[in-house]
Structures are given as structure tokens and as C-alpha cells.
């Protein structure tokens, strides 16, 4: 008798154990699940997966976007990302325009010239801003994913038909080779950094 309720026992045990292991299995997969939400919630509701944000974050790592999309800060090396202020293009504050004596120089010279943090260009084809590509409404943020497509694929400012050109020295004629998932990943990741508002200017 003895046996049979320290058998029964250890069955009850072990039946418990196992469900209670599937129990745990499930939740794990509710919470996998949960993490990626969070991280598409920062992207205001849109679904992006973990995976295109990780790829987006190697690609605009690798693909040099914070060279003219970043302002920098000036050391004895040289200009370097200021990382508080990623991504919003040509700051608002920061003069720097096309007058004659930038005009004629270009012309005499035949050269193009940056501004120090490399946030705006001038040459023969006149003064242009690195847009602000953050995910705020003065940049990217109330862009489709299909707008953001269309621009570095066709060199389509917005990203729409009736717009203009997008000016030098933006690389799209490049960019416009990467497959549709990293240009996805791309906007993903992009989207999914802090909105920052800063109105660049027109170009010149
Ligand atoms: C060599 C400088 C340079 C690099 C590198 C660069 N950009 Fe640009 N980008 C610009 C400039 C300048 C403009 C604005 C051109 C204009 O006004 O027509 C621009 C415009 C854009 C626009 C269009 C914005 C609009 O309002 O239509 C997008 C989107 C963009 N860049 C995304 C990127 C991304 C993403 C990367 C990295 C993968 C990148 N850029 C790398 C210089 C650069």
C-alpha cells in the first residue's frame, strides 16, 4: 500500500513537472513575442522584427549615413559624429550659405566644398542640406516605407513623383542597389531611433 501511494505520488510529480514545463515553454514564446512588439513600438506601431532592425543598424553603420546626416564635433583629428544629434541633417542654427565669394571661388577653382560638419555641400550644382532622416515629422517620421523606397531608389525627394531631384552629394545612384529587405531594414532601424526636430533649410 505503501508502494502504490509513493508511486502514485512521484506520477502526480512528474505529471505536474511536465505540464508545468509546457506551461513555461508557452509563456517563453508570449514573451519573445512581446520583446519584438516592444521594439516595433518605438517605431509608432509599425511592425518591423528584430532582424531588420539589427540588419538597418549594420547597414546605415556600414553605408557612411552619419557623414553628412550627423553634425559633427571638431577635434584636433578632425570632425567626428555628434552622437546627440544623429541623424537630424543641416542644423537649423548653423549659417553656412551660397554667396559670391563662395561662387566664384567654386567656379575659379573648379572644386565643391563642405561646410565643417559635413552637413552641407555646395558646387556647380548650387548649396545642398543633409536632410533631417530621423524618425521625428521634420524628418522621415511621417514617411511609407514605400515613400522612403521611391527616394533612394529614383532620387525622389519625399520619396514621391511630383518632387524634385534629390541633389549631390547624396548617394543615391549607389543606395539605389541595395536589395528591397535592406532598404526596408534601413527605414526600420531609422525609424526606430528617437524622433529629433530640426527644420533644415532649402537648398540654394
Ligand atoms: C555624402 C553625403 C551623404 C551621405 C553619405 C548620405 N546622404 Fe542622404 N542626403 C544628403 C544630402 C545633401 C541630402 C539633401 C539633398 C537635397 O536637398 O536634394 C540627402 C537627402 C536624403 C534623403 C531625402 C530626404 C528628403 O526630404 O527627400 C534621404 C531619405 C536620405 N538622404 C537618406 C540617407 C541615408 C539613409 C543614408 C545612408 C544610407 C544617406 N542618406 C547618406 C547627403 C548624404
Redesign the pocket.
Known sequence: MKTFFTSAFCLICTLFWLTNCQQTATDKTATDKTATGGDAASAEGAQFTSEALVRGEY??NV???????TPKTMTPQGPIPDMSRRFI??PATEVFVLDDEKKSFIKKENVSIFSPG????AGPWGL??????TSDVTG?GA?TEAQ?IK??REG????LDD??????????PS?RNLSDDDLKA?FAY?QALPPQRNV?P??M
Do not use: E, Q
Open positions: 547597414l546605415v553605408l557612411g549615413c552619419d557623414d553628412c546626416h541633417g543641416h559635413m552637413t552641407a555641400a545642398s542640406y543633409a536632410a533631417n532622416i522621415i514617411w522612403f527616394a533612394l525622389k525627394t519625399k520619396g518632387t524634385r531631384p534629390i541633389l549631390p552629394p547624396m548617394p543615391w543606395y534601413v531609422l533644415v532649402p537648398p
